[in-house]
């Protein structure tokens, strides 16, 4: 029986073709998964590998050389799923860092949809291997969940939706928080969101497609709210725009989609409510991030036409002009010259091409920032972040570059449908010409040599921007006091561990992999989070007490100041503070000035296996 097709999502190259809204579209059989499916998920895996080839040069003793803080600090993620997971143990409050207050795992980048599922793996293999696995995986997968968008709802042609759902995988935005933010390249439920929101419209499967759509919804935000928030503004933004261009077939679906709405949005709602309190009014939440920090970050205008680092093309020297952010639109100009031509030959022919210009229009100007930046150059002209307050919920942590991740996703859906154009399954962007006797012989010649010229820009365009391997660096294992649980006999429940230096989102990132390599099997002060300061205001890192501030001190110096008898006690005090048994030095930056000042507060260390022990039990 023929649906009739009145969303553009489930058939954009038929609706594209036809003057009226609704067109008669017979169901696609079942079938196995075609060759080129196989084919295309095959390469996307490839490309995942290649991505992370370098972290398997020493899987266990590397990290990203760009980000090597949130690299451990989603490698300490891994191991905190695996050790919630094997002790039962709430997952969205820990104290195994910044003890003892504790960290709220939801009002920070948890990652808990992901983790949580794979802590057999980690408990098996370690959170380095799961890292890089994980990573990897989450690219490929988000490629392929496009590619199953667009050659499913969108175009006809598989090469066409390869290339789209490559580009939505690996565009150079992604690859670049490839580097230490797996939580932004984990992608790879939000093509199926797109698909089930622009579907609510659908006679008669309200219910089944609201539900599945809170499912979804539910599920994306314990991988990551900011990139839901920003799919739901791109839905919102493609929606009126259809609105605009398709009246009457509004109309004739508001209804069905505003039920099938409420009933993903009461699922979802029900199913997180109580994770999504705990974010706001658990212990350790706070409110917005102090000062608005994230709000100074638009995009420089000449980012958008510049080749990103990471890619074939890149070149790491452009940074130090206009590298001041993250390189989420740094799509190179053959792809801004390739796309606005395709955006300009489809407009008339395609509706989905102009919902895409309307996306790439609005979401380009919106991640301008506070003031237009040009070259590196920030200009007097206020952008539309100007306007926007600090302190405006769900808007109140979002950097105005990253909704250029909108636009990235606009140019891959535009690829495929320039594609698929020139393939002719979709609207064919060369009009056949036709004469009295039949086809054109001249005009044919034309059309194919169009055709491979279009193919050949295309190509042009996406071929500089494949990811190059990501940089590594090597980072010291963790003493071997540590991994060998050398440190059990001094550390009895209810007391923690206090590494040197005390872990914080600027120093002692190798001792905040010793709480993940060791399954937090011993809690830590300190660590690599966000939490309230004392006005309830979000800050990195927990509120440095005493001790803490001359430590990081010293090791700025690299010298160790006049140590007095206030900084003795001070330093007793912090100990009894963090509920301290022992205080612990292993080799790392600074190891001989630290144990000269940590020997001038505490006395003489014992000498144990790797490191040095000051066992505080006695005094606080």
Not at 178 to 207: D, H, K, T, Y
Not at 225 to 246: D, K
Request: aromatic fraction near 10%; charge should be positive.
């Amino acid at each position: 029986m023929a649906v009739p097709v009145v969303d553009p999502s489930l058939n954009f190259s038929s609706v594209a073709a036809e003057p009226a809204a609704v067109a008669e579209v017979p169901p696609r059989p079942r079938r196995r998964p075609a060759r080129a499916d196989v084919l295309a998920i095959g390469a996307y895996a490839l490309l995942g590998v290649l991505v992370c080839l370098n972290y398997w040069g020493d899987v266990q003793h590397r990290v990203s050389s760009h980000l090597p803080t949130d690299h451990s600090w989603f490698e300490w993620l891994f191991a905190h799923g695996a050790h919630s997971v094997r002790h039962l143990e709430n997952p969205l409050f820990t104290v195994q860092q910044n003890a003892p207050d504790g960290v709220n795992m939801m009002a920070n980048t948890s990652l808990l949809g992901v983790t949580l599922p794979l802590a057999p793996l980690t408990l098996l293999l370690g959170p380095q291997v799961v890292y890089a696995l994980y990573l990897g995986a989450a690219l490929s997968a988000t490629a392929a969940t496009s590619y199953w968008m667009l050659s499913r709802h969108l175009v006809r042609s598989r090469a066409g939706a390869f290339v789209g759902g490559a580009f939505l995988g690996f565009a150079p935005g992604v690859v670049h928080h490839a580097n230490g933010q797996p939580n932004f390249v984990s992608n790879f439920l939000l093509p199926l969101i797109v698909v089930r929101v622009l579907r609510l419209g659908e006679p008669g499967r309200w219910r089944r497609n609201g539900i599945v759509l809170g499912l979804l919804v539910a599920y994306q935000i314990f991988i990551n709210e900011e990139m839901l928030l920003l799919t739901a503004l791109a839905c919102l933004v493609v929606v009126v725009a259809y609105a605009v261009q398709r009246p009457h077939a509004v109309r004739a679906q508001v209804g069905t989609f505003l039920a099938a709405m409420g009933v993903g949005g009461g699922l979802a709602l029900l199913l997180t409510a109580y994770p999504i309190w705990f974010q706001f009014n658990g212990p350790q939440s706070y409110r917005g991030l102090q000062g608005g920090v994230f709000h100074s970050w638009g995009e420089d205008l000449m980012a958008f036409v510049t080749f990103a680092r990471d890619t074939v093309a890149g070149d790491e020297a452009v940074e130090r002009t206009i590298g001041l952010t993250e390189q989420n639109s740094w799509f190179g100009w053959p792809l801004v010259l390739v796309a606005l031509v395709a955006l300009v030959l489809l407009w008339r022919r395609s509706l989905p091409a102009r919902i895409v210009a309307v996306l790439v229009v609005v979401f380009s100007v919106a991640a301008i920032g506070p003031k237009v930046r040009f070259g590196g150059v920030e200009t007097g002209v206020n952008g539309p972040w100007a306007y926007v307050p600090d302190d405006l919920p769900l808007v109140e942590m979002m950097m105005p570059t990253r909704l250029t991740l909108v636009v990235a996703g606009a140019v891959g859906v535009l690829l495929a449908l320039a594609w698929d154009a020139l393939a002719g399954t979709g609207r064919p962007l060369v009009p056949r010409q036709r004469t009295a006797s039949g086809p054109s012989p001249a005009a044919g010649a034309r059309r194919r040599w169009l055709r491979g010229l279009g193919y050949a820009a295309i190509l042009a365009a996406v071929l500089p921007l494949i990811p190059r391997p990501l940089p590594a660096e090597r980072i010291d294992p963790p003493p071997h006091f540590i991994t060998a649980g050398g440190w059990r006999p001094y550390v009895p429940a209810g007391r923690t561990l206090v590494p040197v230096p005390i872990p914080s989102n600027v120093h002692g990132l190798h001792t905040l992999r010793w709480s993940a390599l060791t399954g937090h099997e011993f809690p830590i002060p300190g660590g690599y989070f966000i939490g309230p300061n004392e006005r309830g205001e979000g800050v990195f890192g927990a509120p440095n007490r005493p001790t803490t501030r001359l430590i990081y001190a010293t090791m700025d110096a690299n010298e160790v100041p006049a140590v007095t008898e206030e900084h003795r006690r001070q330093a007793v005090e912090d100990l009894r503070y963090w509920r301290a048994s022992v205080v612990v030095l292993g080799t790392g930056p600074r190891e001989a000035v630290l144990r000269e000042l940590m020997t001038a507060l505490l006395g003489p260390p014992q000498h144990i296996d790797d490191v040095y022990l000051w066992d505080v039990r006695d005094r606080v």
